[in-house]
């Protein structure tokens, strides 16, 4: 059973930065899919980013493409995300979520593929 922990959330000013950190363990796979979704109150829960473990490949939402960079140090187990020029629409819970397939936008756009999933780190964002 994939174990995953998020890390790193918290409160900033529009136009700031915040890096988001999921260890993983127990992996039972060589490859994953590796994603960051959020969810805002109200809101369905939205694939910000992604990364392909065994080619390094990433995909991004296109509300965060040029602002968010998503990355893995394999060494680490970890999964980061680089969220900068957050904006007051960033806000919400992020997740890190992972499934033993290829990735791709379409995969990125459907929670329901990912198999295993973080607890949630909080973002949020003032004007």
């Known amino acids: 059973q994939v174990q995953l922990v998020e890390s790193g959330g918290g409160s900033v000013q529009a136009g700031g930065s915040l890096r988001l950190s999921c260890v993983a363990s127990?992996?039972?796979?060589?490859?994953?899919?590796m994603a960051w979704f959020r969810q805002a109150p109200g809101k369905e829960r939205e694939g910000v980013a992604a990364i392909y473990t065994g080619d390094g490949v990433t995909y991004y939402a296109d509300s965060v493409k040029g602002r968010f960079t998503i990355s893995q140090d394999n060494a680490k187990n970890t999964l980061y995300l680089q969220m900068n020029s957050l904006k007051p629409e960033d806000t919400a819970m992020y997740y890190c979520a992972a499934v033993d397939r290829w990735c791709s936008v379409v995969r990125l756009q459907t929670s329901a593929d990912f198999r295993y999933w973080g607890q949630g780190t909080q973002v949020t964002v003032s004007s």
């Open positions: 127990a992996y039972t796979s060589s490859t994953y899919c």
